[in-house]
Structures are given as structure tokens and as C-alpha cells.
């Protein structure tokens, strides 16, 4: 069929208000005039647009739909010519303008893969569209991968193709006489695309205000997240002042730098506090330029001396722990009306009393304009005493704290942060060292833990996962002494930290009698320490109240790490979490409570929660609830939310998604159906496949456990391929989760594939992946080829290749050559930056962490691994370890001293009480990097090797074939290294 060149026929405009008609006039450029246009200006983005949030599956099916000439949509453009509107992008001179409205993700990709960069306008992720190749023998697009492409000539780079044209490409296929002819149709159809024309829709006419574009807008956004009102307010501010959107994100970005994490809609509504005492952005529909940029600075102003107060008083010093988000703004108004600052200490203790209650009790938990509206007025007539009356009011009389409050668990309970300032401000004491757990005292370098003071391992057969995890089981300590203590009873270690250090146990607010110590008294160990909890925090708050202890005195920040993970589940979700961002979807809140807007009512503790969508305004918000029985699911869903109550479920509804949108067709990605596959079925897959059936029914009978997604899967694809499809994955499945908490691995798939019987149907690094599953959770397969080290992370390994291992199987060979390094940034005395910037790893602060770096040689090969962010970088060592202030490091050609860099880091360890005989210098060793990523594109997984030791041998298989793989370099087998060397 000849393709359309003439327009044809519009349908009647569609009538969206009584204002205006749409669409008005359309045209049908082709995409190269498209990106033209972007270059030069006419074709713009409205600041009010939210950036770019595509993934690669998405690229991949745009340019899949493109290549077969599919429909892909058109866009809708604003044509105007006034300069009142805030943009993106170069600006052209004068004229009239294009602004994008809808299509956005869309033009981005296509400037993205024909450009080689990102469009002027752009704001996100490049890695979306940068490498994408077309194979010209399967005509399908797939992202660069250097191990399966680099030496495959069929694999085409689709910017390449369109930078240069076919030429380049008329003796690639030497190699393939019979079919050049064929692949060099297939990529100028390809380059064609260029030639392909756009509808494109316009809303033209100089009546058109921002705010009736808005709603348009909003109206065919039917796939996004709705501009919000505060969005709409900004717009409008944007257009009267250009920075402002910018300099809001300047500011978000240094809180964040310090550790907490605000939004773009709180800061203005602080900022609409300040100028207006209004809760409604609407307020700021008449207030000029000017005035907002007074309004922010004071604002930010506000805010900082709030946060100063918060934490140097309370402790509140990083996100997780600053609660109640919202009482902030009314801190702002108030600070704004009493002349920028706290009257006297007495002042602040009483502000500070308030909002600690606003945020327990959930004050604008619903209803939040409303309630904030009600305060910015009470504190305008009745300051402070005003906010608090009107709390105790609300409140039924007295704010009281009592034992029951503390019977939430997570760390999204919103009493954690209450236990975490008992801790910071009443001298909580740590069990090892038996010194106060305060900045001064314990050193820089010191952090924290969350500590279960029973632990979760001796738990888990006897009672749930919500009373494992109750507050009132949780601690603070060092790290240290987190790990030293380990996995000890009670009943062992009270008595002995105890003696050590008397008074230690009263002052975390451990009931002192020992027959609540043991396994059988739990559930009453937990209630009197809710009543030493409660106690303690009454008493802190009354003193906030009276102002009689008030103090000058600021305590500094502590870091507060997670400690290893030894648990399936939270394995699971962490690999989910990493697994999606792998893919290109946005970081979800963790154990988030949900609350309803409406009423402020308790929904749901969400252990994953994306408020904005999978993708940053795209689609609804999504919750994973793990613990259903306890969320009130329908009201959840009647508000929009899209929940999940398995990892399982969540990530087969992303890769569905993922598939749909690459446009990949379900049954390229199956194997052969059961039906099918049962013809041709190997004895040994038969005999596989009836023990898969038996592992089903022996879960549900003996183990309670009733695997209906696993019954699905086996039904639909077959037995052998649902294993294989299980082992594939990097997240543990919901069945391994679950039959780990009932002390039945010997019922998973893991177990079953490792059987001696059955490892000749699997390959190498699927058992691999099997035994790495079963090992990190202290089962030992009974298989016949030697179990590798648990990857978990060594608790007190000191020799240079030490490895935590739950079995007391040999280490495999190393092959001589690969080192994991970890590169610490704790208390940010290094940086990645400055070892990616000017080549080089480091270590120090004690012999312990420096010797094991001494021993990379000159020619080794290594992985460098970034705590809580993972693996970011490949190299090879350069040169011997050096102390850094006699270390030299090639830069632009030039030998330079490593203090005379521009560094992040300070290099240096400031020790409290040092050893004369210890060495605390930073100790430097050059690299030359094959590969590096930034910390957002780090390779973190559950399943990889991580060590607590600054250098090491990497032994660990899996973990190799996974780091070569990410950062392209070879992997260079041990067998084969022998073989060379003999």
C-alpha cells in the first residue's frame, strides 16, 4: 500500500472547556525537520514538563514500531510567540515558538539514537538511548553488549547509521556475500526513518494563557502523573522568572547532600507559607518575581534553622528519621513572623515539642491543606502555645506517650524516629565499648547499626515477622559491636555487657530482669521495654515543654549504616529494587507507611512505595505490600494505588510491561509449550518434571505453603523452563522466601536443580546461581561438585582473601589475576569521584584496612565495589601502594603530588586516643580504569560477592562472570590462564 502524503480529513475538534477548542491546526513534518527544529531553536519544552523517564525497552520498541512502519503516535504543539513562557532548550531569537506538549518521551529517543547525545531540552537518564544496535540478520534492536556483539558484524550502531549514512557499511558484510545485499536493504529501510513524517496537533492563538495549556495538558497526558497544583503554580512563576525552578533545585540538591531527601512541592509550599501565610498555591497567583524570590530565600532560610534545631537538639540528623514532613511549612510561617529565628532556647524546645507530637499523632496525615491553613492561622494569633493547645485539643487533652504506641515494627513505624532520638539525646550507651553512642565520644568513623536485641534468626520458627521486627526490639549500636554480638542469645550476652560496663542495659531501656531474657518470655521482654520506652519519652518531651532543660549544646551527626541482610526476604526486595533500576524505573520509598488522605487513617506499610509510578509521572502510584492481611487493600485501590502483594507478581507485571513496550512477542520469549515439549521430553526432564510437581504438593502438605504463581508458571511454560526461568532472574522468588521462613529450602527449586541427578540439564552458571541461593542461607545441597563461599559480606575476616562461607567447602581456584576492592566513603574521608576522576583506589585509618591494599601488584586486574552502592569500576594497578602524601599520579600527561589534586575527599583520619605504633595513613595505589560508572549506575545485586577487607582475591565465580560482563572486559578462565602459563 502506497503510503499517505496527503492530510486527510480532521474529525470535529474536541471541546475540553468552555474557554477554548482543540486541536486547532496540524501539520506533518518529517523527523528530521522535527530535530532540525530542536536544533535550532523553534521547537522548545514547556518548563512546567516533567523530564525524561523512558527506559531501553521502551527505545527499543519506538525504533522496532519505526523500522515497520507502525503507528507510533502523534504530538501536539503549543505555537506561540510570546516570550512569557518559562522553556527548555535553545532559544531561537525572536519568532514564534513550538512548545512540545505531548510526545516528549518520544522525540527525546528518536533526537537521543539519531543525534548520539541528548536534546538541548533534556533533563534524565542518556544511558535510555545511547548504545542501541539493529542486527541485520534478525532485524532486531538490542543495547550494546560487548561479550555477545563486539566481534559479530551483523551488529549495526543505529547513530552510527545515521551520522554517517550506508557508506561505511558497503564492505561489512564481506564476510556474508550471499546476504549483503539483503542487510544493506534492511538498514537504508532503517535510515528511512528520518523520512518519516509526523502528525503534529497545535494549539495556536495569542489568548492561550499557561494555565488553560496546563489543562490541556493534563487532559491528553492520559498515560502520566497529572501536573500537580503545585506544578501549575510554578509554571506560572517560571514564566515571570526563569531560575526559579532551578534554584529550587539547586537547594533540594544540597539538603540532599546532607542527607535529606525534600520535594520540589514541599519546598513551595514553604515558600507559599513565607509570602502568603497560605496553605493553597493558588495564593501565589498574584505574587510577583520579586516577591517569591524573597519569599524562597527566606524560606530556605526558615528551613535550615529548622533543621539545625531538629537535629543538633533532638538528633533527627538524616531522612529516614525526620518525620512529619509537612509540620515544616508551619515552622517556616512561624519563624517568618517571629523575625527569622527561635526567640531563646526555651522557644525552640517548645516548637520542637510540638512538632515531635504533630508528627506521632499524624497531624496532616489527612486533610493536609485544611490542618495547615487551621495552623498557619493559630500560629499567626497564638504562636507556639496556640499550635500546641490546638494539639492537645485535638488530641482529647494531654499528649501523652504510652507503652502501646510503641507496639509498631519496621523502621517505618512512626516511632522508630522516636526511639532514635531517646537514643541520640538520654545518653544511650553502647554494649561494647560502654561509651555514649554521641559523635565526640565514638570518633568519626563510627556508625551506626539498627540492632535486633533478640536476634531475628532465633525468632523466626516461634513467632512473625511484625514481632521479630517490633521496635521494641530494636537498638542502636556500633557497628562493631552490632557484628561482634552477632547472632547471640540474650541470655548470653546481657549478663556479660552487663558486668563490663554496668548501667549499659537501663540505658538502652532493657528490663534488667533476667527471666524475661529468654526465647519463651519475648512477647513480655517486649512489653516492658515499652514501658521503659514510653516512660523515657514522656519524660524527654515534658522537659521540651517546660523549657527547664533547655541547652545550647548541639549534637553532631552520626552515620546510621544497614547492617548485611540475612534474611530471603529482604534479599528479595533489595534485588527487586536494583533489578528495576537496572531496567530504568525510579527508586521506591521503603517501609513507608500509607496513610489516607482523607481521614489520616493507618492503610499500609508498604516495604516498597513509588508515589509518582514505576516511572518519575508515568502511570499511577504503585505499593508493594508484602503483609496484605494488615492493609486495607480495597480503600488502597479505590484511591488510585496499584498494589502488589509479591515481589513475583511486581516484576512479572514489569517485564510484561517491558515486553509489550519493546514490542517483543510473547512466544519468542517462551520456550516450547508443555504440551509440545512433553513429545520430546528427555527421560531425565520427565523424571525433573514430576519431582517439580511432587515439590508442590510436599510445600503445600508438609510445609503449609500453597505456590500458585509456581503451579502457574509450570502449567503455562513447563517444568525444566520454570526452573531455568527462576534462575535466570537476580531476584529470589516469593516460593524461596516463603519456604525459608518455614525452614523448608530443601522444598525449593534450588535445591532440587543442584541434585547430582539433574545438573547435567542445567548449565554452568545456572547451578552457580543455584548453590549461591542455597549456601547464603546455610543449606548445603547435596550435589557432587564443590559448593563456592557465601557471597554474604565477612564479619570478621582479616587476611587479604578472606570470605564468609556458610560451608566448609574448599575455595575455588583463583586465577591469579582479579582483586575486589572496596573503596569505604563512610564518613566521607574518600570519594569515588576523585578515584574514577584521577585513577586510583586507597585505603587507611589503620593497618587493618591499608595492608591488604599492599598486596595489589602492579598488572593486577581490579573490581572496585562501592558500599550500600555497589560495583563501579574495572582497572588495571598501575603502580605500588604509596601513602598519599608521597604519591604521584599521572594527570594529562604529567606526574603531579596527590595533595595538590583537586579532591573531594580529605585523605586523612583524625583518630581519637591513636596509637603511637599504628599507622593511619591514607595509602594510595594508581589505576588505569577499563570501565567506570557513576554511583546511580552501579552493578548491585543480591548474590555478589562483598567483603569487608580493602583488597582481596576474587575467587567467587559468579561474581566475575557478573562484574565482566557489566563492565565488558574478558573473563579470563583459571584453567586456561594454567594452561598459558605452562
Not at 256 to 271: H, Q, S, V
Not at 341 to 356: I, N, S
Not at 477 to 506: D, S
Not at 558 to 574: G, K, S
Amino acid at each position: 500500500m502506497a503510503r499517505r502524503t496527503q492530510p486527510v480529513p480532521h474529525p470535529p475538534p474536541l471541546i475540553f472547556s468552555s474557554t477554548f477548542l482543540f486541536p486547532e491546526r496540524y501539520r506533518m513534518p518529517k523527523l528530521s525537520t522535527l530535530l532540525d527544529e530542536i536544533d535550532s531553536g523553534t521547537v522548545l519544552l514547556p518548563e512546567f514538563q516533567r523530564g525524561y523517564v523512558w527506559n531501553r525497552d521502551q527505545v527499543r520498541g519506538l525504533m522496532r514500531s519505526l523500522y515497520r512502519s507502525y503507528p507510533v503516535g502523534g504530538l501536539l504543539m503549543w505555537e506561540t510567540a510570546t516570550s512569557d513562557v518559562a522553556v527548555r532548550g535553545e532559544i531561537a531569537s525572536g519568532g514564534v515558538r513550538q512548545l512540545l506538549l505531548d510526545g516528549q518521551q518520544r522525540v527525546t529517543s528518536l533526537y537521543g539514537v539519531v543525534r548520539g547525545t541528548p536534546p538541548p531540552f533534556f533533563e534524565g537518564d542518556p544511558s535510555a538511548f545511547s548504545g542501541l544496535y539493529f542486527n541485520v540478520e534478525s532485524e532486531i534492536f538490542e543495547f550494546y553488549r560487548p561479550i555477545s556483539m563486539a566481534d559479530d558484524p551483523c551488529w549495526v550502531s543505529v547513530t552510527q547509521l545515521f551520522r554517517e549514512g550506508l557508506k561505511p557499511f558497503f564492505m561489512a558484510f564481506a564476510d556474508h556475500p550471499d546476504k549483503a545485499n539483503t542487510y544493506l536493504d534492511r538498514l537504508n529501510t532503517l535510515s528511512q526513518i528520518l523520512h518519516r513524517e509526523f502528525n503534529v496537533e497545535k494549539i495556536t492563538g495569542s489568548d492561550k494563557t499557561v494555565d488553560e495549556v496546563v489543562d490541556i495538558f493534563n487532559r491528553v497526558n492520559s498515560g502520566g502523573t497529572k501536573l500537580s497544583k503545585g506544578d501549575l503554580a510554578l509554571a506560572s512563576l517560571c514564566a515571570q522568572w526563569p531560575p526559579a525552578r532551578q534554584e529550587m533545585r539547586d537547594h533540594l540538591a544540597v539538603w540532599k547532600k546532607a542527607g535529606f531527601d525534600f520535594t520540589l512541592d514541599w519546598l513551595l509550599r514553604n515558600a507559599t507559607a513565607v509570602a502568603r501565610g497560605r496553605a493553597l498555591f493558588t495564593a501565589l497567583s498574584n505574587v510577583k518575581a520579586d516577591e517569591f524570590e524573597r519569599a524562597l530565600t527566606s524560606a530556605v532560610a526558615h528551613i535550615g534553622t529548622f533543621l539545625d534545631a531538629v537535629s543538633g537538639r533532638l538528633g533527627l540528623d538524616h531522612d529516614r528519621v525526620l518525620m512529619g514532613r509537612y509540620a515544616i511549612p508551619v515552622v517556616s510561617r512561624l519563624l517568618e513572623l517571629n523575625g527569622g529565628k527561635f526567640t531563646d532556647a526555651a522557644h525552640r524546645d517548645k516548637v520542637l515539642y510540638w512538632y515531635v507530637h504533630s508528627a506521632l499523632w499524624g497531624r496532616f496525615s489527612g486533610s493536609t491543606e485544611s490542618y495547615l491553613q487551621q495552623d498557619y492561622d493559630t500560629v499567626r494569633d497564638s504562636g507556639v502555645e496556640g499550635l500546641i493547645a490546638t494539639l492537645e485539643r485535638v488530641r482529647g487533652g494531654r499528649l501523652e506517650i504510652l507503652p502501646h504506641d510503641f507496639d509498631g515494627s519496621t523502621r517505618g513505624s512512626r516511632f522508630y524516629p522516636l526511639l532514635y532520638l531517646l537514643t541520640r539525646v538520654k545518653g544511650a550507651r553502647d554494649f561494647g565499648s560502654g561509651l555514649e553512642l554521641r559523635a565526640e565520644l565514638l570518633g568519626k568513623l563510627t556508625s551506626l547499626q539498627v540492632h535486633h536485641i533478640f536476634p531475628k534468626a532465633l525468632l523466626r520458627d516461634r513467632y512473625d515477622r511484625n514481632q521479630v521486627n517490633a521496635i521494641a526490639n530494636f537498638c542502636f549500636l556500633t557497628q562493631a559491636t552490632n557484628l561482634e554480638i552477632g547472632k547471640r542469645a540474650p541470655e548470653e550476652y546481657f549478663a556479660e555487657v552487663e558486668a563490663k560496663n554496668p548501667g549499659v542495659l537501663a540505658s538502652q531501656w532493657i528490663p534488667t530482669d533476667p527471666t524475661l531474657w529468654t526465647i519463651d518470655r519475648y512477647p513480655d521482654f517486649l512489653a516492658a521495654r515499652r514501658e521503659l520506652l514510653a516512660e523515657a519519652a514522656q519524660s524527654f518531651l515534658d522537659e521540651l515543654r517546660s523549657g527547664s532543660q533547655s541547652t545550647e549544646e548541639s549534637l553532631q551527626p552520626l552515620a546510621v549504616t544497614d547492617a548485611e541482610p540475612d534474611d530471603p526476604r529482604t534479599l528479595q526486595i533489595q534485588a527487586m529494587i536494583a533489578e528495576l533500576h537496572d531496567l530504568g524505573f525510579a527508586e521506591p520509598d521503603v517501609d513507608t507507611e500509607i496513610t489516607d488522605p482523607t481521614s489520616g487513617r493507618f492503610l499500609s506499610m508498604a516495604e516498597a512505595f513509588w508515589p509518582e509510578g514505576l516511572q518519575h509521572g508515568v502511570g499511577d502510584p504503585v505499593i508493594l505490600e508484602l503483609d496484605p492481611d494488615e492493609a486495607d487493600l480495597p480503600r488502597l485501590e479505590e484511591l488510585g494505588y496499584k498494589v502488589f502483594t509479591s515481589v513475583d507478581a511486581l516484576l512479572g507485571f514489569v517485564n510484561n510491561l517491558n515486553e509489550a513496550a519493546a514490542g517483543v512477542a510473547e512466544s519468542t520469549e517462551r520456550e516450547e509449550s508443555p504440551a509440545t515439549a512433553s513429545d520430546d521430553a528427555t527421560e531425565l526432564e520427565s523424571e525433573f518434571g514430576s519431582r517439580i510437581r511432587e515439590l508442590y504438593d510436599r510445600a503445600r502438605r508438609e510445609a503449609g505453603y500453597n505456590a500458585t504463581h509456581f503451579i502457574s508458571m509450570v502449567a503455562n511454560i513447563g517444568p525444566l523452563a520454570t526452573a531455568k526461568k527462576l534462575l535466570a532472574s537476580r531476584t529470589i522468588s516469593d516460593g524461596f522466601s516463603e519456604l525459608w521462613e518455614r525452614g523448608r529450602i530443601d522444598l525449593t527449586v534450588e535445591a532440587l536443580v543442584v541434585e547430582p541427578a539433574f545438573e547435567s540439564l542445567f548449565t554452568d552458571t545456572e547451578l552457580d546461581v543455584a548453590r549461591h541461593r542455597l549456601t547464603q542461607f546455610r543449606y548445603s545441597p547435596k550435589s557432587s561438585v564443590p559448593t563456592p563461599p557465601s557471597t554474604r559480606a565477612s564479619t570478621s575476616a582479616t587476611a587479604a582473601d578472606s570470605v564468609s562461607t556458610a560451608s566448609t567447602s574448599e575455595k575455588p581456584e583463583w586465577n591469579g589475576q582479579d582483586w575486589y576492592v572496596c573503596l569505604g566513603e563512610v564518613n566521607d574521608s574518600r570519594n569515588w569521584d576523585d578515584a574514577r576522576k584521577y585513577g586510583f583506589v586507597s585505603a587507611g585509618g589503620g593497618r587493618w584496612y591499608s595492608d591488604t591494599l599492599k598486596n595489589l601488584q602492579v598488572g593486577d586486574r581490579v573490581f572496585v565495589y562501592v558500599p550500600k552502592v555497589g560495583y563501579v569500576g574495572a582497572g588495571t594497578v598501575a603502580g605500588s601502594a604509596a601513602p598519599a602524601d608521597e604519591t604521584t599520579l599521572e594527570v594529562d600527561g604529567q606526574e603531579v603530588s596527590f595533595r595538590s589534586l583537586d579532591l573531594v575527599g580529605p585523605y586523612t583520619h583524625e583518630i581519637n586516643d591513636p596509637n603511637p605504633d599504628e599507622d593511619y595513613q591514607e595509602w594510595i595505589v594508581p589505576v588505569v580504569w577499563e570501565r567506570t560508572v557513576d554511583r546511580e549506575s552501579a552493578l548491585r545485586e543480591a548474590g555478589l560477592f562483598a567483603n569487608q577487607n580493602s583488597a582481596c582475591r576474587l575467587r567467587d565465580e559468579h561474581t566475575l562472570n557478573r562484574v565482566t560482563e557489566f563492565f565488558g572486559v574478558a573473563n579470563r578462565d583459571r584453567f586456561a590462564q594454567t594452561a598459558d602459563s605452562q
